[in-house]
């Protein structure tokens, strides 16, 4: 009788330290029923966005931000080269959505300068005499927004509404 005690304290012992009554209590308990989620349900709302002060400055500025830093790094790392190409065509392309037709047509010839641009940066043909001319547009083009797009200047040829006919 001894020995059957002694054996079933040893056993009892082994499985506990082996880590097996975890999944001894994880069998034999039951485990507890949830109820099934009730799906939510959003509503979509239509908000209505319109050309305002903010967020063409928003816009500007972050255009201004993207060609100083392209100018600025220019050759040191392809990627951000393209990156900072391609997030300055974005934002002018916003830009030209918030204002009037006469106005948006202004910048199209500059949107093709800077599409040249960067049909030589994703080409990686960087070379000295590339380098300069796409450093040198890059930099004129970045004036000249400064000097024709600032919001007191193009404030009175923004587009009342999004919904308004533009290019």
Known sequence: MRRLVAFFVILAMVISLAGCSEEWKRKFIRKKKYAAKKPR???LKKYKKEPTEQLYSKHYNYCISWLSELARNLGQNAKKDARCIEEALGQIGDIQNMLVPQKAQE???HINRFKEVRDIILRQ???QGNSDYVRRTVEREERFLRSEF???KIKKHMKESFEEEGP
């Open 125 to 127: 043909d960087l070379g």
């Open 150 to 152: 600032y919001y007191n």
């Open 107 to 109: 910048l199209d010839k």
């Open 41 to 43: 349900i959003y509503q």
